[in-house]
Every structure is written in structure tokens, then in C-alpha cells.
């Protein structure tokens, strides 16, 4: 069966990486300043953090219906028998829910997947939907695995800055004062739906050693798995690359089971909330292909 594997821009999959990968992966829309601009189509990560230096009004959407059904569309016409498509997490975006919607009209043919990942545990979960695919499973089965597994992932990430914390909404203008003048870097945890706070810290050097005291003992309570032998260890940051090289080799000699560390920058969506400097640990726990199919009786 032929099955196409749909994401969005969340992911941090660029169009030329989709391309290479064989997955799908619609643009996510901004506002900016009024104007509309859609991620790696016509706004790069370069010029998003510009214009946020220079303060504009950013703010993010979702794409629209019609862009979601076209794109369907046009996968169905090509031959693709059924579609999985893994937007971002309900608990982030209305772009889940207005999909699953939009999924109705497809008889069966247009399999949503709401397992609540952004950024590199979206990509991951796009790179497993696509390895369940080539290894025979439907887009039925597809879907079932990745929302059984959805609750298989964690990020921790910490801030440079307060303000677009402030800005968006997030936490009060006293609050983010209050903070700045402490030097406070706040470590959030997106586990499931929602980003939360998860502890704060004075430097960027006690933000990584809490980020990854909260990975280990994930691994170890949640994933069953403390030396991430069976888990991707996963970096992510906002215009904070030599950083997170440092970060990710950091966690490969922590970690020499876990094999090479990806790490990549954060999609606009979550950008635009964060502002530049931030750095992010994640983990997704590796899905047995093989006892899979048996549970499946592939």
C-alpha cells in the first residue's frame, strides 16, 4: 500500500529536507506586521529572528483549510492510497483539531495523528510513520501506534530572554521584570499538551544541568530505559547553534548507547514565543518495529 506521510513546518523539516526524506510537509502562515508569511517558503529562520530584533508584530496561524485539502488532493491523485498526516500538538495549535475535521470528508483515506510532539519529536514521529509505512503497516496501524506512544517524549527547554515570554502573553510584564532584573532563566517542559514551567535557574550552565537531570530521570522513571539505548536523544535551539553542538556532544558522552545526537533549530511557531539564545534537550522513546508486528500479525 502506498501512504503518504504528511507534516507541517512545526517539525522543523525544511522543504529540501522533506524532499530527501520522502515526507510531505505543509508551511506554517505568520503574520508579520500584517503581511503573511509562510516558514522556508518565503520567510527564513534569518529573516524572522531580524524582524523580531527589530520588534515587529509577529504572530503565528495555521494553514488553511483549503491548503490542507489541496495538498491531500494532490497526494491522492498521485497515487498515494491513504495519507498520515502528523500536525502539531492539539495542546499548541488549532491546526490538529481543524484537520481531524477536515478528515471526515476522506472516507477513511486521511488518518490525522494527534500525538501531541512539536519540533524534533514531531520530526521523529514523522520519520517513524514513515519507517511503519515501508515496513507494510497501514495508515490505520500508523496512526494507532504513534497515539499509543504519544506520552513517549519530553522536552525541557530554557530561555535567554524573558521578554517574548512577556510579550506573548505568557507571564505578567511584572513578573518578566521582576525576572530580568534576578537574571532568571526559566527551564519549561512540554510533556503531552502544553508547555509549562518546570524550574528556574541563574545561567545558562545550571539551565543545562537541570535540563538534563530531568532527561535522565525520564528516562529512567518514564522510559525504562536510563542508559537511552532505545530512546532518540534529541538538541534544539533558537539561533543558539554553537551552544547546542556543545549541549549535544555533552549528552553523546553521557549518553554513548544513545548513538549520535540530533540536533536542530526549533521551529518559528515555537521562535516567535521564545525569542533567540534558547536551548532545548528532547527524548523520543524508539518504536519496536518488530514487536509491532506481531502485535499486529504482520
Not at 154 to 164: C, H
Request: hydrophobic letters at 40%.
Amino acid at each position: 500500500m502506498k501512504i503518504a506521510i504528511v507534516t507541517d513546518s512545526n517539525s522543523g523539516i525544511t522543504q529540501s529536507q522533506a524532499g530527501e526524506l520522502g515526507i510531505f510537509v505543509l508551511p506554517m502562515p505568520f503574520m508579520i506586521n500584517g503581511e503573511t508569511f509562510e516558514e522556508d517558503i518565503n520567510l527564513t529562520q534569518e529573516e524572522f529572528y531580524k524582524r523580531q530584533a527589530e520588534d515587529a508584530d509577529i504572530s503565528t496561524s495555521q494553514p488553511s483549510p483549503q491548503d490542507v485539502t489541496d495538498l491531500w488532493d494532490k497526494l491522492l491523485a498521485e497515487g498515494y492510497e491513504q495519507i498520515v498526516h502528523i500536525p502539531m500538538s492539539s495542546g499548541l495549535s488549532g491546526s490538529c483539531q481543524t484537520a481531524r475535521m477536515l478528515a471526515d470528508d476522506y472516507e477513511g483515506k486521511v488518518f490525522v495523528v494527534n500525538n501531541q510532539r512539536i519540533s524534533v519529536t514531531q520530526r521523529q514521529s514523522a520519520l517513524d510513520a514513515k519507517e511503519l509505512a515501508e515496513a507494510g503497516f497501514n495508515g490505520e496501524q500508523i496512526f494507532e501506534i504513534l497515539e499509543r506512544v504519544k506520552m513517549e517524549s519530553s522536552i525541557y527547554i530554557t530561555v535567554d530572554t524573558l521578554k517574548f515570554l512577556k510579550k506573548g502573553g505568557r507571564i505578567t510584564p511584572a513578573a518578566a521584570a521582576l525576572g530580568t532584573l534576578l537574571r532568571i532563566k526559566p527551564v519549561l517542559q512540554i510533556q503531552g499538551e502544553k508547555l509549562d514551567s518546570f524550574s528556574k535557574v541563574r545561567t545558562m550552565k545550571q539551565a543545562r544541568t537541570t535540563m538534563l537531570a530531568a532527561a535522565e530521570k525520564d528516562l529512567k522513571d518514564r522510559f525504562a530505559d536510563p542508559e537511552a539505548e532505545n530512546t532518540w536523544m534529541l538538541v534544539a535551539h533558537t539561533q543558539n547553534d554553537e551552544m547546542a553542538a556543545e549541549f549535544a556532544k555533552e549528552i553523546e558522552e553521557h549518553y554513548p548507547k544513545a548513538g549520535a545526537v540530533y540536533r536542530a533549530p526549533l521551529s518559528l511557531s515555537i521562535a516567535c514565543h521564545i525569542g533567540p539564545g534558547s536551548l532545548a534537550v528532547a527524548m523520543s522513546k524508539k518504536i519496536d518495529i518488530e514487536a509491532e508486528r506481531k502485535r499486529y500479525g504482520l
